[in-house]
């Protein structure tokens, strides 16, 4: 069955179970673990949830958005259909605005003209910057068995011009045996609908970079601070862990990447996502849930 599905649900009872409520910036209170790890042999299974639909199309485009056209700009995701960003989007006038949500007053950040349309100087913009896939497909390539392979999307010049600094902000990458592994760290995970794309995400990048260095897929290890659940989606979670408890999972699904491409920055990334399937992807259906801004 889904090793994804079981990890992942057992933290949300860990959550649940132990975790603290606690005020936050957003004004909605989050149930909080401080830590939380694990480890997923991508060898075995692709890792996408099955006891709720993911959006997988959004996620790997969403990756593809940041490693490979390396972009700040909202618009590009808008343009493939995708909207998870437009609650942190630049208005044309510069100002980034932010509305009343749970019982806190909204406020406007002024970044400038030259911003507007995107999220600020973050994640794809960092990576961009410092051409952080560039190098790290070429230590793969060249010096395997290089100590210093990281990609840090946390950048302190850079934080005050950022609307929401990376939460998935560094991947430290290792070859071991023709393996490819990764090491994520997570400065804040919204355990509810950012951990199941963030998961998929990551394992897809693994499995992409694979395919383009001839290395074969390795496990991803997951390092989270303040694992946490908002209060306005417990219902979302514990209808999930209810399918889980009543229905069961289905078998992982298989990824499927077109064999041809050899270069990362081929694969394609229009709305179609034409070089990359999941195949048997079975689930109980979506869930709902609300995001906190």
């Avoid at 606690?22 to 004004?27: L, Q, S, Y």
């Avoid at 401080?34 to 075995?44: R, T, V, W």
């Avoid at 009343?100 to 030259?114: L, M, R, W």
């Avoid at 011009?161 to 045996?177: E, F, G, I």
Wanted: overall charge negative; charged content about 25%; proline content about 3%.
């Amino acid at each position: 069955m889904s090793t994804w599905d079981k990890e992942y649900l057992n933290l949300c009872k860990e959550i649940l179970e132990s975790g603290t409520e606690v005020e936050n910036r957003t004004g909605i209170n989050t149930i909080k673990i401080p830590y939380k790890s694990f480890s997923l042999d991508l060898s075995k299974e692709f890792p996408i949830l099955t006891t709720k639909k993911v959006g997988y199309k959004w996620a790997i485009l969403e990756m593809l958005w940041i490693y490979q056209v390396q972009s700040n700009d909202v618009n590009w995701l808008n343009e493939r259909g995708i909207t998870i960003w437009d609650e942190w989007k630049i208005d044309d006038d510069g100002i980034y605005r932010v509305p009343d949500q749970g019982g806190k007053k909204g406020y406007e950040k002024y970044f400038g003209e030259e911003y507007a349309g995107t999220i600020g100087t973050a994640y794809g913009y960092i990576t961009k910057k410092y051409q952080m896939t560039q190098k790290l497909i070429d230590k793969l390539k060249n010096n395997p068995t290089d100590r210093r392979m990281v990609m840090s999307l946390w950048q302190d010049e850079y934080l005050d011009t950022a609307v929401l600094p990376s939460c998935v902000w560094n991947s430290m990458w290792d070859v071991t045996d023709g393996k490819l592994n990764a090491v994520v760290t997570q400065r804040s995970c919204d355990v509810a609908l950012g951990l199941p794309f963030n998961v998929t995400q990551y394992a897809t990048l693994l499995y992409m970079l694979a395919q383009v260095t001839d290395l074969k897929p390795g496990t991803l290890y997951w390092s989270t601070k303040d694992a946490h659940l908002y209060i306005n989606q417990l219902e979302g979670i514990k209808e999930q862990l209810r399918r889980y408890e009543e229905l069961g999972d289905f078998e992982a699904p298989e990824l499927w990447l077109n064999p041809e491409i050899k270069d990362f920055f081929l694969f394609d990334n229009s709305k179609e996502l034409k070089d990359v399937k999941i195949k048997n992807y079975h689930n109980h259906g979506p869930i709902k849930m609300d995001v906190a801004i």
